[in-house]
């Protein structure tokens, strides 16, 4: 199976694959430059990660907003020149104070939003240049993502929930082995027992 990109807007980024090292960074605040150094990307000196362990790689990473109104004032940034790799196997805590631009680096990452400028490259791929059907179909079946707020559909069983993204997919040959999947799934995080519940049913933790 091909590596994937895991986002947890509680934790980290991860990419599937071997097990092992931890990182942890600080991200870029809402303030133009100077910067606190608390909000300056600090990227411990460690392991340098090499072109063919590369799953995911930002390269000048920059969001900038402009306040309604004031198309012609100066660019708020909320991130500015985020460069970083991320090995498969490799997990990178995203840490730092409120209003940082942590969830918006994970929405860039998860090609929810886009940059203002800088490169996002997944497996050697540009997310950027794609379009939003690309997109999608990248975050269908090659993304996961955990939400800090868990958008499950309340009248759905917990299976059903976790079946839903296959259901864009015109593979109907493959429902019966999706389905086993999902249970296998559920059986790992210990909700082998939860799969006819629904959402509010749950509790927070095993909502995530």
Not at 4 to 12: D, K, N, Q, V, Y
Not at 29 to 49: K, T
Not at 58 to 80: C, F, I, M, W
């Amino acid at each position: 199976m091909p590596d994937r990109l895991a986002i947890s807007t509680m934790t980290a980024i991860a990419g599937r694959g071997r097990p092992g090292r931890v990182r942890e960074c600080l991200t870029i605040g809402l303030h133009p430059p100077p910067l606190p150094d608390e909000f300056i990307m600090d990227v411990p000196e460690g392991r340098i990660v090499s072109e063919d362990e590369v799953l995911l790689e930002l390269q000048n990473v920059s969001k900038t907003y402009h306040s309604p109104g004031e198309e012609g004032s100066a660019a708020d940034y909320v991130l500015r020149d985020i460069s970083l790799r991320v090995a498969a196997g490799e997990s990178l805590a995203v840490v730092g104070p409120s209003g940082s631009g942590k969830s918006t680096l994970l929405n860039i990452i998860g090609t929810l939003d886009r940059p203002s400028a800088g490169q996002v490259l997944f497996q050697g791929r540009n997310l950027v240049d794609m379009d939003e059907k690309q997109r999608a179909r990248l975050r269908n079946r090659e993304i996961g993502f955990v939400f800090q707020l868990h958008h499950l559909l309340a009248q759905c069983s917990v299976l059903e929930n976790v079946l839903l993204p296959t259901l864009v997919r015109d593979q109907p040959d493959q429902r019966g082995q999706l389905e086993q999947r999902a249970r296998q799934l559920l059986g790992r995080l210990g909700l082998e027992h939860r799969l006819h519940h629904r959402p509010g049913q749950l509790s927070g933790g095993e909502r995530q």
